[in-house]
């Protein structure tokens, strides 16, 4: 700005000088230089004002924008995350879920890992780079947190089934909180700032090289997990319903009773919303033996009751919790009285 002003200056001081040459009139030279000079200061320093003015207001709109759209993504997923109520999900509907919430949170990564190549791949990062890759990195965050918990809470549930299925969902886990920590490394860095970010580029690599690796691997083992899940239920419920009776019973009133120790163990068993292994395995027992039990009596009315025994004993052993609920209600109701009850 000062050569600009020099050199406005000088070409002032020719036109000036260029001008008295022709025009014999006096003129205070020295005043009309200093009020050209002057008034382009003022000028240049007014131009300046503006710019810097301008400048400040596109910045403070684009970091107001950045923050707006984080806060905004981030509540936005907070409050997509659905909260289900664990008690009313069969099994097989958690696995659903655990597998849309993986998938999910893979694409999630996915899109965190290229927003950081793209800023890493010019050998600086900007302060756009920055927000957007901060922008993508909480979406995903917050989704694979997501995906954890449902796991965790499937643990609390069916964990003491160990099988196939819960070995592959442990190594998910595994995978997913390895992506978490990539992800908290590129956040840290990218919250120093850009300048800091820039210097941190290899670091920043390693994390995306982790979350592309973790994801990749990941795809492969959940494609085959629902897959799984569902052997592992078939297995589950044909080993419960062809136990083999230990105690049949051909009187209508011993096998009565019978019905009703299973019932009273289901009941029992169902209040806090699972059953154990021992738990599921003696319903098996009580429902083979009150099954046998009725059917050997030969009446055609207390035969029909095994088909309810039967129902509640797949919704036990497949975890589907809902018809359980439903279904105790029903078949209690149409079961007569425990013999030997007063009124």
Not at 18 to 42: E, H, K, R, Y
Not at 76 to 86: C, E, F, N, S, V
Request: glycine share 4%.
């Amino acid at each position: 700005m000062k050569i600009k002003l020099a050199s406005l200056a000088i070409v002032v001081i020719t036109l000036l000088m260029l001008g008295a040459c022709s025009n014999p009139a006096p003129v205070d030279t020295q005043a009309t230089i200093d009020a050209a000079v002057q008034g382009t200061q003022q000028a240049g320093k007014n131009a300046q004002a503006t710019i810097e003015m301008a400048v400040q207001a596109t910045v403070t709109q684009v970091e107001s924008a950045n923050q707006s759209t984080i806060a905004t993504a981030v509540q936005a997923t907070l409050t997509a995350q659905p909260t289900p109520d664990y008690d009313t999900l069969s099994e097989e509907e958690f696995a659903a879920l655990i597998d849309e919430a993986v998938n999910e949170a893979l694409a999630e990564a996915e899109d965190a890992s290229t927003a950081t190549t793209q800023a890493t791949s010019d050998g600086a990062i900007s302060s756009d780079e920055v927000a957007t890759t901060t922008d993508a990195i909480y979406q995903s965050y917050y989704a694979v947190a997501y995906a954890e918990e449902l796991i965790a809470a499937y643990y609390e549930y069916y964990g003491a089934y160990a099988d196939a299925a819960l070995a592959t969902l442990n190594e998910m886990e595994d995978d997913l909180q390895s992506i978490s920590q990539s992800l908290d490394e590129i956040s840290a860095i990218m919250a120093q700032g850009a300048e800091t970010a820039s210097t941190a580029i290899d670091q920043l690599n390693a994390a995306v090289d982790n979350i592309e690796t973790k994801t990749t691997e990941t795809q492969a083992k959940i494609q085959g997990w629902s897959e799984e899940i569902k052997t592992s239920l078939g297995q589950r419920e044909n080993e419960i319903l062809n136990l083999v009776p230990n105690q049949v019973e051909p009187d209508k009133i011993s096998a009565l009773t019978q019905t009703h120790d299973f019932l009273e163990a289901f009941k029992s068993a169902l209040t806090d919303g699972k059953f154990s292994p021992a738990e599921l395995s003696a319903i098996g027992q009580l429902s083979a033996n009150a099954r046998a039990s009725l059917l050997s009596t030969g009446d055609q009315e207390l035969a029909k009751l095994t088909e309810g025994i039967e129902m509640l004993t797949r919704n036990a052993a497949r975890g589907e919790w809902n018809k359980a609920r439903n279904g105790v209600g029903n078949f209690e109701h149409s079961l007569p009285e425990r013999p030997g009850r007063r009124r």
